[in-house]
């Protein structure tokens, strides 16, 4: 945040004003809240005398138009603990003039300083507040005279060295012949006009500064938001872009989706899922919630216009029981009437929640139902929220309607957070054969590689699972009609596998016939062989005992001599 070197400022102490006025208000000189009713002139400046009294610095509240009493009991809803701080810290003065002190003559504020100066002297009083000085000077029904008098209460707060905040209204009614604001904002140092208006049937209030002397501001229209606890700035008037992105991936929940990221989110970045109503946005992130809080990380889910009781319930159909871990207290749910509070407003809140609860995954759900208006609102909301996760390192995922309908053709968010996403996955609907089926598709993920494949998003009582889709004759198939070709594949698939195993069966007894035959072929071999050797044999002994019986044959005939017979006779017969 920039800072002047050579003006004092004092701080306001409220947040958001000290961002965008650099430092706070300019110290020892006047400042002018201008705007028209109910804007929130009166409590910005209660605050910010209320926030220097409890740092030290004593103040003093003159209400020229609403009783002090009133101002202190009104205040109470608040919990500054006004009355502990009156009489001490703070001093209050009804300084509505009576009708009968105006008719008596001309009218001027020198008593009344007079008596406010002892009585800042008495208390040390550091700041001072003129609660609509404007009703006051009006009375006096004579510009000339009203110029004067704002003179010298200028000349009254330069001399006395205190931080003045004067309030008025604009000149919207032409009772006075003066506009106060205008002729004020030549006058004082710091100038900041607060406005409130209708948009889209929501109230809105908005502050900008208009002028600042010596320093440098924010020039921009922030939000004001008055809650429980005073007056709030959303201001984000300067974004770091040096955030360190994280190369660490947690999962979506989904592991096919995980697969198509190249390993799921990178933690601390922004993931969007766009579609029409019933793609199941609600559903992943649902899953995504379930798989955090079942690493044990601190998660955020804001739903806008749904109760948590039916989140828990409608999520639980699907198997995902997120009521343990919100009983831990690991997971807050929160559900936020969208209709209550313009963009800004809800931005604010959000802020709020996530310094609360310090979540390490946070789910806005649907976070298109929080832009209520066209232009600068719609384009920088995207920005503020990612300030907000970014800074802290949370991963963010939300989800937007589609502005057409959920046409697959046009994937146009109707928000800007499309631009600025790290991831943006798209879910539409494909209608064929009288059924509804889901498409999901990454348009994009930054910094990793990721599937350009369309998946079928099926849902049911275990969740949520991604099919591959059937593509056909140029067609893409989802549903019944996918699972009726897969069937249809798988039964021809199923008569070709039958029908090769049938031939090779055959083959197999063709084989094991001949395999038979030739094991008896082998056999009447091995049988014809012991044959043919037997018979040898049998030959082989027949020849031994016929050369035996010759011999003996022809020593019974001629009584030769055996040893007279040729060796060689023997052998040939």
């Not at 965008?20 to 409590?43: D, E, F, M, N």
């Not at 559903?283 to 044990?296: K, T, Y």
Request: hydrophobic content about 40%; charged content about 25%.
């Amino acid at each position: 945040m920039p800072t002047s070197s050579t003006l004092n400022k004092t701080l306001t102490g409220i947040r958001g004003l000290d961002e965008i006025t650099y430092g706070g208000l300019p110290q020892g000189r006047c400042s002018l809240l201008a705007g028209g009713p109910g804007c929130g002139k009166t409590v910005l400046a209660l605050q910010i005398l209320v926030n220097g009294a409890k740092q030290g610095e004593p103040g003093i509240f003159v209400a020229f138009e609403e009783d002090a009493r009133r101002i202190v009991i009104n205040a109470a809803t608040f919990g500054w603990d006004l009355p502990d701080l009156q009489n001490k810290e703070l001093f209050f003065l009804d300084g509505k003039p009576r009708a009968e002190d105006l008719w008596s003559g001309d009218f001027e504020l020198t008593g009344l300083l007079a008596m406010l100066k002892a009585k800042a002297d008495q208390i040390g009083a550091k700041r001072i507040v003129f609660d609509s000085i404007d009703v006051l000077l009006s009375l006096l029904d004579n510009p000339k005279a009203e110029r004067r008098e704002l003179f010298r209460l200028n000349d009254w707060l330069v001399s006395n060295a205190m931080t003045g905040i004067v309030t008025c209204k604009n000149n919207d009614s032409g009772l006075s012949g003066l506009d106060y604001k205008d002729f004020m904002q030549y006058m004082v140092d710091c100038v900041i006009d607060l406005s409130h208006e209708m948009d889209d049937r929501v109230a809105h209030r908005s502050l900008r500064v208009v002028k600042y002397r010596g320093s440098g501001f924010y020039s921009g229209e922030v939000t004001l938001l008055l809650g429980d606890h005073g007056a709030e700035i959303i201001a984000f008037p300067e974004s770091s872009q040096d955030q360190i992105a994280s190369n660490v991936r947690i999962s979506s929940g989904v592991p096919r989706l995980d697969s198509m990221l190249g390993g799921g989110y990178y933690k601390g970045s922004a993931v969007l899922l766009s579609g029409a109503p019933g793609t199941s946005k609600s559903s992943l992130c649902g899953m995504f919630i379930l798989a955090a809080c079942q690493r044990g990380e601190r998660c955020l889910y804001v739903s806008f216009d749904e109760s948590v009781s039916e989140i828990v319930r409608n999520l639980k159909s699907i198997s995902i029981n997120l009521a343990p871990y919100v009983d831990s207290g690991l997971l807050h749910v929160e559900s936020i009437r969208s209709s209550l509070a313009g963009t800004e407003e809800q931005v604010g809140n959000l802020r709020k929640m996530i310094e609360s609860y310090k979540p390490e995954c946070f789910v806005i759900d649907p976070l298109s139902a929080i832009v209520h208006s066209e232009g600068d609102s719609r384009r920088r909301m995207p920005e503020k929220i990612l300030t907000l996760t970014k800074a802290s390192g949370i991963t963010l995922l939300c989800t937007s309607l589609l502005g057409n309908g959920g046409d697959s053709l046009n994937e146009e968010t109707g928000i800007q957070i499309s631009a600025v996403a790290d991831t943006w996955i798209h879910i539409s609907y494909s209608i064929l054969g009288g059924e509804r089926n889901r498409a999901l598709s990454i348009i994009k993920s930054r910094g990793s590689e990721h599937s350009n494949q369309v998946r079928e998003l099926v849902i049911d009582k275990l969740g949520i699972t991604l099919s591959d889709v059937y593509q056909a004759d140029g067609e893409v198939l989802m549903g019944t009609a996918r699972w009726q070709k897969e069937q249809d594949e798988l039964a021809t698939e199923q008569l070709m596998l039958a029908n090769v195993e049938y031939k090779r069966r055959v083959i197999e007894l063709a084989q094991d016939e001949v395999n038979a035959q030739v094991e008896i072929l082998q056999v009447n071999l091995a049988v014809k062989q012991k044959e043919l050797e037997l018979l040898m044999a049998t030959e082989a002994t027949r020849l031994y005992h016929h050369g035996l019986n010759r011999e003996e044959l022809w020593n019974k005939r001629s009584g030769d001599d055996i040893n007279a017979i040729s060796l060689d006779t023997v052998n040939n017969a």
